[in-house]
């Protein structure tokens, strides 16, 4: 995950020349001719302050969180499916 820092830190050791990946999410990153789906969700109040929690602990809003861990996952599910078919 990356480190969090203040949107001023960032352009001032961008500007001053600094490698920044380590402040990138890259599982956030799209294409410029990615399109976006508007999804629905719904979650229980409980789910949801969890999540909230879960997001500021993070630095991160709620739906970046959401994008971030279904990133991972989706990763996670076709490696283990490449890796299934690959193996058969």
């Given at each position: 995950?990356?480190?969090?820092?203040?949107?001023?830190?960032?352009?001032?050791?961008?500007?001053?020349?600094?490698?920044?990946?380590?402040?990138?999410?890259?599982?956030?990153?799209?294409?410029?001719?990615?399109?976006?789906?508007?999804?629905?969700?719904?979650?229980?109040?409980?789910?949801?302050?969890?999540?909230?929690?879960?997001?500021?602990?993070?630095?991160?809003?709620?739906?970046?969180?959401?994008?971030?861990?279904?990133?991972?996952?989706?990763?996670?599910?076709a490696?283990?499916?490449?890796?299934t078919?690959?193996?058969a």
């Amino acid at each position: 995950m990356p480190k969090p820092i203040s949107a001023e830190e960032f352009d001032r050791r961008f500007d001053d020349g600094e490698d920044m990946a380590d402040y990138i999410d890259w599982t956030l990153a799209r294409r410029g001719d990615e399109g976006i789906e508007r999804v629905e969700l719904d979650l229980t109040e409980r789910m949801a302050a969890k999540l909230e929690a879960a997001a500021e602990r993070s630095g991160v809003t709620r739906e970046q969180l959401i994008r971030m861990w279904l990133s991972e996952r989706l990763d996670q599910a076709a490696e283990k499916s490449a890796g299934t078919s690959a193996a058969a």
